[in-house]
């Protein structure tokens, strides 16, 4: 057994009714889903709109490494502590996919003292809210096809179908296929293929939406195909969002649950953030924000990607004015962006700890440029050595003008992440935070994708595809000029290429595809080898995951 689950299989949960009120939510406002999972109520939610909002604080990390970084476990020590120093601070998280759980990754839920339970439901089917949503999605697909089938009076080209079907499972064999086969019954035969749920523009609205009445407006919005005239055509067209709007009613409200030491977590929608947007919903942030003092939320992989998200895109739509950024980093991950293998990072490489620290020091001049101050956060490992934590704190101090605090979350939990707490308060309470997106609306959306790649990859230029372009173009003509760009490229490097560690620059950023996502109002850029639908690895998480002799789950971490 690890050591994450037996701490988790040793803590006591508290009636998740007592989590709510310590942020006065009344049990009249929940739904319970069991003992320690809940729901909150729509009206309960909408009485919160009057209320003082709290102070907003993200977590984010260098780009993600196979030695580990912890920003997950890092969000969930940082309120933890914060709560220990007399703040009253609420949790903001996605919810995990079934793809990395018994792909990749395993369970997301934290580790070691440092985690929300209960640990078994929330990483598989929690409340059924992407099931939910796998569901609207595909009854989209559904509705589409019989259009076309009793008569496509829309007149639908069928070669210009854009809305594809979802799984919230990594099945490569999916990405391209054809349907309809079999004869006039089944439809017309046309091209087809499947995404990864979290990166459905279902999933988007849900979680940009700020209620059931935009949400419904949002689906209705979506463009689904287009005729022979290249005229676009909704899912409102096909009268499709009301019922789409119904599979998601319940999904739509928060789920409340609770870390190890007792703190509020709501945990709620769950886009991946290197094919989509990468931030939990915005209902669950705004309300999390009304019911506390601090809210520490997360956005998903390297800064480069779900913190450039947060900020342009869902910063932007909602009207949130982050106070400070936690950037993650750990000894042994830097290490590995000096050219250390993973066998080797155990031992001490000062040398290679300088070469690989040029990659957090990016991250930090890329968070400054919206605004926001920032503070490191050192994720201590018992491998590391004390020489290698000052050469980390001598660095941000002297060349990136940040203090790097080490963090004990994952062994000592909330006492560990007290000091992070404190400086993060003070860095709240300072008041030097401005937030600013790094681009305007107005600018053209080819510009867009440009000033990503150049001002936070590093990047000399991209190369947009023909085809990419001429969509921009598109779509610019359409109407969707002012929209904001949602990258989707490799998390593990700043570059198309996941080998490149460390800060490269004056790289190229291939772009082969862009996609409208009208409804949840941005324009996805794909680039480099990057896939919507990922695959599972060689040995995938699941072939270890089973139940035991005593009925309990294992290999979830």
């Not at 209620?211 to 676009?232: C, F, H, M, Q």
Request: aromatic share 6%.
């Amino acid at each position: 057994m690890s050591h994450d689950l037996a701490v988790a299989r040793a803590a006591t949960l508290q009636p998740i009714a007592a989590i709510a009120d310590k942020i006065g939510i009344p049990s009249s406002a929940l739904d319970p889903y069991g003992k320690h999972i809940a729901k909150l109520d729509e009206e309960f939610l909408a009485g919160l709109k009057d209320r003082p909002d709290g102070r907003l604080v993200l977590v984010t990390a260098i780009n993600p490494t196979p030695a580990g970084e912890g920003k997950t476990t890092t969000t969930i020590g940082l309120g933890d502590g914060l709560n220990r120093i007399g703040k009253r601070a609420v949790i903001a998280l996605r919810e995990p996919s079934l793809g990395p759980v018994f792909g990749t990754k395993g369970g997301a839920t934290g580790g070691g003292k440092a985690q929300v339970l209960p640990m078994e439901a929330i990483n598989l089917h929690f409340t059924g809210d992407f099931h939910a949503i796998t569901s609207a999605h595909n009854l989209l697909s559904a509705l589409i096809d019989n259009h076309i089938h009793w008569g496509n009076s829309l007149g639908f080209d069928t070669r210009r179908i854009v809305w594809r079907r979802v799984l919230d499972m990594n099945d490569r064999a999916l990405r391209q296929l054809v349907v309809g086969l079999g004869g006039a019954p089944n439809g017309f035969s046309r091209e087809d293929g499947f995404d990864i749920t979290v990166a459905s523009e279902v999933m988007a609205c849900f979680c940009l939406a700020d209620g059931l009445a935009d949400l419904e407006a949002r689906l209705a919005r979506i463009v689904v195909g287009y005729t022979r005239a290249k005229k676009p055509i909704t899912a409102g067209e096909l009268n499709a969002a009301g019922a789409m709007t119904v599979l998601l009613k319940d999904a739509i409200r928060p789920n409340l649950v609770q870390t190890i030491e007792g703190s509020p977590a709501l945990i709620h929608g769950g886009p991946f953030a290197n094919i989509a947007h990468g931030c939990n919903s915005v209902i669950a942030t705004r309300a999390a924000l009304k019911l506390g003092d601090y809210v520490v939320t997360e956005a998903g992989f390297g800064a480069d990607l779900g913190a450039e998200k947060f900020f342009d895109i869902k910063c932007r739509k909602a009207g949130l004015k982050p106070e400070a950024v936690v950037l993650v980093a750990t000894v042994r991950a830097l290490k590995m962006n000096g050219g250390v293998a993973k066998a080797d990072l155990a031992r001490e490489n000062l040398d290679a700890l300088s070469k690989g620290i040029v990659n957090l020091g990016r991250h930090v001049k890329n968070l400054r440029s919206f605004g926001v101050p920032v503070i490191v956060a050192i994720n201590h490992f018992t491998t590391d050595s004390e020489a290698e934590h000052a050469l980390i704190a001598r660095i941000c101090a002297d060349d990136y003008g940040v203090e790097a605090v080490q963090c004990r979350h994952w062994a000592d939990g909330a006492a560990g992440a007290e000091e992070l707490a404190r400086k993060v308060v003070a860095l709240c309470e300072g008041g030097t935070a401005a937030f600013k997106p790094i681009y305007p609306d107005v600018m053209p959306l080819a510009d867009k994708i440009r000033t990503i790649a150049t001002s936070i990859y590093g990047a000399a230029d991209v190369a947009i595809s023909s085809k990419a372009a001429a969509d921009l173009q598109a779509f610019e003509a359409a109407g969707y000029g002012n929209l904001p760009i949602c990258m989707a490229k490799t998390q593990y490097s700043f570059s198309a290429d996941p080998t490149l560690l460390g800060a490269p620059s004056g790289h190229v950023v291939p772009v082969r595809e862009v996609r409208l996502s009208a409804g949840a109002g941005f324009v996805v850029a794909i680039c480099g080898d990057i896939m919507t639908m990922p695959g599972l690895p060689r040995l995938p998480a699941a072939e270890a995951i089973h139940i035991n002799a005593e009925g309990q789950i294992e290999g979830l971490f």
